[in-house]
């Protein structure tokens, strides 16, 4: 008989979970790939062929993660994308190409000289992004030679895996029905897989050390909040893990029960103000469960998804049965359509944008959609004739100008004289907002909030835009996340030029899914919140334990 075993690591998501253990495998295809090596130009073109066969498949990533998990999760994969697109790794792999090495072994050689240059700094953070360079090239090389990324036998029970280290893309794909938990031999607390781990609710474990193989299969005990896998336990320790977990899940079923009781209930904090609990999607389809977590209405819809999935652009009457759609389904709720949001990060082939030194600062959002009338008069006459059939509101991105509120009123006027030419119905009175995504629309609050009904701040673009940091870039992801203070006082100074203008103000950011800043956001009388599905209940508690 195997004697007890006890691992200690970092617990990254809590919750104590019994059951045998399953080793992570990694097999080879069928058929694999020749790896002869061919000429420099056919290495290149093989490369060159993978690279952007994992960026589709990256951004395939991105969209589950979207629907299954939250926005912020799904901006790993970006910075995935974002990676494979750097100039300094591919002329790294290419530079390898180039001195004779086969394009597979150009990837695995550029990518330990990243990630040992990043370890040998000797910062947590960084050195936790070496998970992210690792995946990218992995992926990379899967393609070049036909492996087969997880191959896991179907289980007929659930089991704890075990891994040397779990990617983010590997870590997405897992099959929750069928994984109690992870552990990890590697890896620290601030990984981008510890963050997918939290989000997803998956207990783990990282940083064990090397867990032999010989004891795949074993009966083991997880507790990742006092950091612990002990496997083939002692009666004794098998009898204390129960209690402890019994104890834990009668505090989690109460909680969850006292969220449910709510759910339905206005969030109205202890001192009487209201909030609404609104959630971000990308489409119509995710409705069905933003209700059946209390969402009151639709804070974001993303109308640039009804055009990444087009090869042209959709037609009128495509937008409008998509945002019918959602109106119907709201069964009279708010719904709030963001006009197209195009550019920058979401590139679309047969918009043929132009390439740009910084198109985060450049041609995107409102700015293409003023200057394409066309496009944009179609995509405002679909949502007014879909306000016909619910509460359905039009949102403006990026505005940073009067001008562009002015002009974009003009064409929803003239769109508007179009339909009651033709006879089509729609509300007369639809809101009309505008997203505060940079310093420029905070500080000039006073006066737009005279020409709209409501604000909607998009704290992602707000902070990278107010602290001069790209969100999307690894190297500085931390300055975003810990410096608040500035974009919660250009919150502060919207909020209140808005109220005093009679209209009303939400956070759709990922600051409004963060439950320390709850408070924060009251105080300002934040009026709404709109938050991706899985943190729905979560913030609707908060906003009532509030002062």
Same mark, same amino acid.
């Given at each position: 008989?195997?004697?007890?075993?006890?691992?200690?690591?970092?617990?990254?998501?809590?919750g104590?979970?019994?059951?045998?253990?399953?080793?992570?495998?990694?097999?080879?295809?069928?058929?694999?790939?020749?790896?002869?090596l061919?000429?420099?130009?056919?290495?290149?073109?093989?490369?060159?062929?993978?690279?952007?066969?994992?960026?589709?498949?990256?951004?395939e990533?991105?969209?589950?993660?979207l629907?299954?998990?939250?926005?912020?999760?799904?901006?790993?994969?970006?910075?995935?994308?974002?990676?494979?697109?750097?100039e300094?790794?591919?002329d790294?792999i290419?530079?390898?190409?180039?001195?004779?090495?086969?394009?597979?072994?150009a990837?695995?050689?550029?990518?330990?000289?990243?990630?040992q240059?990043?370890?040998?700094?000797?910062?947590?953070?960084?050195?936790?992004?070496?998970?992210?360079?690792?995946?990218?090239?992995?992926?990379?090389?899967?393609?070049?030679?036909?492996?087969?990324?997880v191959?896991?036998?179907?289980?007929?029970?659930?089991?704890?895996l075990?891994?040397s280290?779990?990617?983010?893309?590997?870590?997405?794909?897992?099959?929750?029905?069928?994984?109690?938990?992870?552990?990890?031999?590697?890896?620290?607390?601030?990984?981008?897989?510890?963050?997918?781990?939290?989000?997803?609710?998956?207990?783990?474990?990282?940083?064990?050390?090397?867990?032999?193989?010989?004891?795949?299969?074993?009966?083991?005990?997880?507790?990742?909040a006092?950091?612990?896998?002990?496997?083939?336990?002692?009666?004794?320790?098998?009898?204390?893990?129960?209690?402890?977990?019994?104890?834990?899940?009668?505090?989690?079923?109460?909680h969850?029960?006292?969220?449910?009781?709510?759910?339905?209930?206005?969030?109205?904090?202890?001192?009487?103000?209201?909030?609404?609990?609104?959630?971000?999607?990308g489409?119509?389809?995710?409705?069905?469960?933003?209700?059946?977590?209390?969402?009151?209405?639709?804070?974001?819809?993303?109308?640039?998804?009804?055009?990444?999935?087009?090869?042209?652009?959709?037609?009128?009457?495509?937008?409008?049965?998509?945002?019918k759609?959602?109106?119907?389904?709201?069964?009279?709720?708010?719904?709030?359509?963001?006009?197209?949001?195009?550019?920058?990060?979401?590139?679309?082939?047969?918009?043929?944008?132009?390439?740009?030194?910084?198109?985060?600062?450049?041609?995107?959002?409102?700015?293409?959609?003023?200057?394409?009338?066309?496009?944009?008069?179609?995509?405002?006459?679909?949502?007014?004739?879909a306000?016909?059939?619910?509460?359905v509101?039009?949102?403006?991105?990026?505005?940073?100008?009067?001008?562009?509120?002015?002009?974009?009123?003009?064409?929803? =006027?003239?769109?508007?004289?179009?339909?009651? $030419? &033709?006879?089509?119905a729609?509300?007369?009175?639809? /809101? +009309?907002g505008?997203? !505060?995504?940079?310093?420029?629309?905070?500080?000039?609050?006073?006066?737009?909030?005279?020409?709209?009904?409501?604000?909607?701040?998009?704290?992602?673009?707000l902070?990278q835009?107010?602290?001069?940091?790209?969100?999307?870039?690894?190297?500085?992801?931390?300055i975003?996340?810990?410096?608040?203070?500035?974009?919660?006082?250009?919150?502060?100074?919207?909020?209140?030029?808005?109220?005093?203008?009679?209209?009303?103000?939400?956070?759709?950011? =990922?600051?409004?899914?963060d439950?320390?800043? $709850? &408070?924060?956001?009251?105080d300002?009388?934040?009026d /709404? +919140?709109?938050?991706? !599905?899985?943190?729905?209940?979560?913030?609707?508690?908060?906003?009532?334990?509030?002062?």
């Amino acid at each position: 008989m195997t004697k007890g075993r006890k691992y200690y690591g970092t617990g990254i998501s809590t919750g104590l979970v019994c059951g045998k253990i399953k080793f992570l495998r990694t097999e080879k295809a069928d058929k694999i790939k020749a790896s002869t090596l061919e000429s420099k130009e056919k290495e290149l073109e093989h490369f060159e062929k993978a690279r952007a066969q994992a960026i589709r498949e990256i951004k395939e990533l991105e969209k589950r993660a979207l629907v299954t998990i939250g926005e912020k999760e799904a901006q790993i994969f970006k910075i995935h994308a974002m990676l494979l697109e750097d100039e300094d790794y591919t002329d790294a792999i290419i530079g390898e190409i180039k001195g004779g090495s086969g394009a597979a072994q150009a990837i695995k050689t550029a990518c330990n000289s990243y990630t040992q240059m990043l370890e040998a700094l000797g910062d947590e953070y960084l050195s936790a992004r070496c998970a992210d360079i690792k995946d990218i090239s992995n992926h990379l090389v899967r393609i070049l030679t036909g492996e087969v990324s997880v191959k896991q036998e179907k289980e007929h029970e659930p089991y704890i895996l075990i891994a040397s280290d779990l990617t983010p893309s590997q870590t997405v794909m897992l099959d929750k029905s069928n994984i109690l938990g992870f552990v990890t031999f590697g890896g620290t607390p601030s990984s981008h897989t510890a963050i997918l781990a939290r989000a997803m609710g998956i207990p783990a474990l990282v940083g064990t050390g090397v867990i032999e193989r010989e004891l795949d299969g074993k009966f083991a005990l997880l507790n990742a909040a006092k950091d612990t896998l002990i496997i083939c336990p002692s009666e004794y320790e098998i009898s204390e893990f129960e209690k402890e977990r019994q104890a834990s899940n009668k505090i989690a079923k109460e909680h969850e029960e006292y969220l449910r009781s709510v759910m339905n209930k206005p969030a109205v904090t202890r001192g009487g103000h209201r909030v609404m609990i609104y959630a971000n999607i990308g489409s119509d389809l995710e409705i069905a469960s933003a209700l059946s977590n209390g969402a009151e209405g639709i804070g974001l819809l993303r109308s640039e998804f009804l055009y990444l999935s087009k090869s042209n652009y959709p037609t009128e009457e495509e937008l409008f049965y998509a945002y019918k759609d959602a109106a119907i389904k709201m069964q009279g709720k708010r719904v709030i359509i963001r006009t197209l949001d195009i550019g920058a990060d979401k590139q679309i082939p047969y918009f043929e944008l132009p390439k740009e030194e910084n198109p985060a600062l450049g041609y995107r959002a409102i700015r293409i959609c003023l200057d394409r009338r066309e496009m944009f008069k179609k995509q405002l006459r679909a949502i007014l004739r879909a306000s016909a059939f619910g509460r359905v509101a039009i949102m403006l991105p990026l505005v940073v100008s009067l001008w562009e509120i002015t002009q974009s009123k003009a064409i929803i =006027e003239e769109c508007k004289r179009e339909l009651s $030419t &033709q006879g089509i119905a729609f509300d007369s009175k639809i /809101e +009309l907002g505008i997203m !505060i995504e940079t310093p420029a629309s905070a500080v000039m609050s006073e006066e737009l909030s005279c020409e709209v009904d409501f604000f909607s701040v998009g704290t992602n673009d707000l902070s990278q835009y107010t602290l001069a940091c790209d969100r999307q870039n690894p190297m500085v992801t931390q300055i975003c996340e810990k410096n608040t203070e500035p974009v919660m006082r250009l919150i502060k100074m919207s909020a209140d030029a808005i109220h005093q203008n009679g209209g009303w103000i939400g956070v759709c950011g =990922e600051m409004a899914a963060d439950l320390s800043l $709850t &408070q924060r956001f009251v105080d300002m009388k934040i009026d /709404e +919140l709109s938050v991706s !599905i899985p943190y729905l209940l979560g913030v609707r508690g908060k906003v009532n334990e509030c002062k």
